[in-house]
C-alpha cells in the first residue's frame, strides 16, 4: 500500500533562514508525490507535484521539492522563509488505483517567526 | 482556473438533524469527487470517492447510511450528513478531479452539531 510519513509534526524556522519540511515515501511502482499547504480553516492549496522528470520540482510561492528515489524522500524547501509561510503542510501519494485517490500524511505545521 | 467551491462554509444543527454539504467545480468538469474529514490538528482522510452518475464507493469504517454522498453532475457533488451528532462535528473538505488529473481542493466546511 501506498503511504507517506513527515516525521515532525512542527518545524520552527526564523524568517529569512532556509526551511524543510521532511517527508518520506512508500509506494509500489511510480511514485507519483505533491505537496499542499492548508491555512486555518481552509481547504487545501497545491503546491507542487513529482511525476516524473527533474528531481527538483519548482512549485508555488517560491517553494521546490527534491525527489531522491534512494532515501524515498521528497522533502519540501523554501530558500528564504516568509512569515506569512506559517501554516501545516502536507505531502501526499497518488494511489496506484484508477481514481487516483491521495493518501496524505499526517501533516507539519511550520511556524516562521519574525 | 480549477476552482471548487463548497457551501456552506460553516453549519450548525442540532443533534438528530441533517445537513447537507454542497461540493461544485466551477470551472471544469469534475469526473470524480472525494469527500475528506479533518478533525483538529489531523490530516485529512478520505471519506468517500465519488463518479458522476454511480454510487460513491465508501473508505472502510465509513457509515453509508449516515454520509449520503450524490455526484448528479460534473459539476456538484452532495455529502448529506444524516441524523447528526456531536461527534459528526468536524471540518468537510471536497476535492474534485478531471479524469486522472491532480485534485483540486475546496476551502471546507465547518459542521458544529450542538
Known amino acids: 500500500a501506498q503511504s507517506v510519513a513527515q516525521p515532525e509534526d512542527q518545524v520552527n524556522v526564523a524568517e529569512g533562514n532556509p526551511l524543510t519540511v521532511k517527508c518520506t515515501y512508500s509506494v509500489s511502482g511510480n511514485p507519483y508525490l505533491f505537496w499542499y499547504v492548508q491555512y486555518p480553516n481552509r481547504g487545501l492549496q497545491f503546491l507542487l507535484k513529482y511525476i516524473t522528470g527533474d528531481n527538483l520540482v519548482k512549485g508555488s510561492y517560491g517553494f521546490e521539492a527534491e525527489f531522491n528515489k534512494s532515501q524515498t524522500s521528497f522533502h519540501l524547501k523554501k530558500p528564504s522563509a516568509l512569515v506569512s509561510d506559517s501554516a501545516l503542510y502536507f505531502c501526499?501519494?497518488?494511489?496506484?488505483?484508477?481514481?487516483?485517490?491521495?493518501?496524505f500524511g499526517t501533516g507539519t505545521l511550520l511556524a516562521v517567526q519574525p | 482556473g480549477a476552482v471548487v467551491s463548497q457551501h456552506p462554509s460553516w453549519v450548525i444543527c442540532k443533534s438528530g438533524t441533517s445537513v447537507k454539504i454542497e461540493c461544485r467545480s466551477l470551472?471544469?468538469?469534475?469526473?470524480?469527487m472525494f469527500w475528506y474529514r479533518q478533525f483538529p490538528k489531523q490530516s485529512l482522510m478520505l471519506m468517500a470517492t465519488s463518479n458522476e452518475g454511480s454510487k460513491a464507493t465508501y473508505e472502510q469504517g465509513v457509515e453509508k447510511d449516515k454520509f449520503l454522498i450524490n455526484h448528479a453532475s460534473l459539476t456538484l457533488s452532495t455529502l448529506t450528513v444524516t441524523s447528526a451528532h456531536p461527534e459528526d462535528s468536524s471540518f468537510y473538505i471536497c476535492s474534485a478531479s478531471s479524469l486522472a488529473d491532480e485534485q483540486y481542493f475546496g476551502p471546507g466546511t465547518r459542521l458544529t452539531v450542538t
Open positions: 470551472d471544469f468538469q469534475a469526473t470524480t
Open positions: 501526499a501519494v497518488r494511489d496506484g488505483g484508477a481514481t487516483n485517490k491521495l493518501i
